[in-house]
């Protein structure tokens, strides 16, 4: 058999009687929404429920799985303790899952667990909840997200159907997560244009099961957004990759100023037409040969260092025919790698270190794409879909007053001892002054409250 089905649920603790204690009546179309899921799953009778939680173990650059044979919790944390589960993993789709991943050198798996119980994670147990009222006769696969490109996330579910497919299994997919949690003034999160933004076009994404669009939600806007379960939803589509669809969306509400949306997929055979992760790769290397035909000499020099580094560990070196600015010339150099989207390596320097800007260039090209810690190192696949940029610095002045910052134009270096970080200017999601110092502080590991020295520059982008 196949993945049969899948469901966006959320996960709203309050959601629970015992918890809630009467605010759940204020959700009622999400109740009522999840009660259909709930009969539709065990008409389905479900060998497997493959369940990615948002609040599931996760790391940046791995999908964990739940391992073992059981995994038990409560809802402990939101003083409910009687309220507890016992659910039975399906380890042989876990592992068979784990040999395709590992097949392709894909990120995944179920070694390295540090929690195995369930009492950090309402993302399973409130669908859980609601399923056993009808069903209990099922084996779980629980998963985590990840740091890594939504595109990623649609390739862990494409791995999955592989697994399902091979085993033969009859299986649901639970998609957890909420949507925005910025929608009310008054709201835990307060209020952000972009929450009722975001609601509005996942909801109109999941009535048509337009799948593809969610590749390629503007990375700005999720995270204005507040949202939590944008990953998880792309394992699903991943998981329904090449797949007939009729959806139905049953709900969607927002009353605490969280918006809450309930969906279903039935499957209906074949549809190679949806294969939406070849799609957007395919869109995403003609971009980036389109960008190629017009770099400067800066980003090509750039590239040029990166595609030579990665297939072959040769360093590029500075050519007489670059323009005598890059040959002549010292300066601080950023250069930054966006890969479908999203960083995948950003590495500078604030002073010049080298004989010259195209030096500069060549050396921290390098370093981006192999060497900053926050990702793994390039490989030849990534080449065809990077996007390269490089920031020239000038020399950068200590400043006294905020005032004399614009996030637009100047980038920030704070420091407090020996703790020091810096922001490029104009950077997505940072608009503002308060924004930009609030990120460096974090970056850096200062506290918002302490006092720093604050420096400022200006760059030239290319």
Do not use: W
């Amino acid at each position: 058999m196949s993945i049969l089905a899948a469901f966006v649920l959320p996960h709203p603790p309050l959601a629970i009687p015992d918890i809630g204690h009467g605010e759940e009546n204020d959700i009622s179309s999400t109740l009522k929404a999840y009660d259909k899921v709930a009969k539709d799953i065990a008409a389905i009778k479900p060998d497997t429920i493959i369940i990615s939680s948002p609040h599931a173990e996760a790391y940046s650059n791995y999908f964990q799985f739940a391992d073992g044979d059981v995994g038990s919790g409560s809802f402990m944390r939101f003083r409910c303790p009687q309220v507890s589960f016992r659910i039975f993993y399906d380890k042989e789709l876990t592992q068979r899952i784990a040999l395709y991943a590992k097949s392709e050198d894909f990120p995944a798996g179920y070694e390295g667990e540090e929690d195995p119980s369930l009492n950090n994670d309402h993302g399973t147990m409130v669908p859980l909840y609601f399923i056993n009222k009808y069903y209990r006769d099922y084996k779980v696969v629980r998963l985590g997200l990840s740091g890594l490109p939504l595109v990623e996330h649609y390739h862990m579910g494409q791995i999955i159907k592989k697994a399902v497919n091979d085993l033969s299994r009859r299986c649901v997919y639970i998609a957890s997560g909420d949507l925005s949690h910025c929608q009310k003034a008054d709201g835990p999160y307060g209020y952000d244009q972009a929450g009722p933004k975001y609601d509005d076009l996942i909801m109109k994404t999941f009535a048509k099961a337009s799948f593809g669009d969610m590749l390629s939600y503007d990375p700005a806007l999720l995270e204005k957004a507040q949202e939590c379960g944008h990953r998880s939803f792309c394992i699903m589509a991943g998981a329904l990759d090449r797949s007939a669809i009729r959806s139905q969306v049953l709900s969607h509400e927002s009353p605490f100023g969280i918006g809450y949306g309930v969906s279903e997929f039935f499957v209906e055979g074949n549809d190679p037409s949806r294969a939406y992760r070849d799609l957007y790769l395919a869109k995403q290397a003609f971009q980036v040969r389109q960008k190629v035909l017009n770099e400067d000499p800066y980003v090509h020099l750039a590239r040029q260092s990166i595609e030579a580094y990665i297939t072959s560990k040769r360093v590029v070196r500075s050519s007489p025919l670059l323009p005598d600015e890059m040959t002549h010339e010292k300066a601080g150099v950023f250069v930054s790698i966006h890969e479908n989207g999203e960083l995948r390596g950003c590495i500078g320097t604030t002073t010049p270190l080298q004989g010259s800007i195209a030096e500069e260039i060549i050396n921290n090209a390098i370093s981006a794409a192999s060497k900053d810690p926050r990702f793994p190192p390039l490989l030849t696949s990534d080449l065809p879909y990077i996007d390269v940029s490089v920031d020239v610095l000038s020399p950068y002045e200590e400043i006294n007053s905020v005032k004399y910052l614009n996030a637009s134009k100047y980038g920030l270096i704070v420091e407090k001892g020996n703790r020091r970080a810096l922001l490029l200017p104009n950077l997505p999601g940072i608009d503002t002054v308060k924004k930009q110092i609030s990120a460096c502080k974090r970056k850096a590991g200062i506290d918002e409250a302490e006092a720093v020295t604050m420096y400022r520059f200006e760059v030239v982008r290319h």
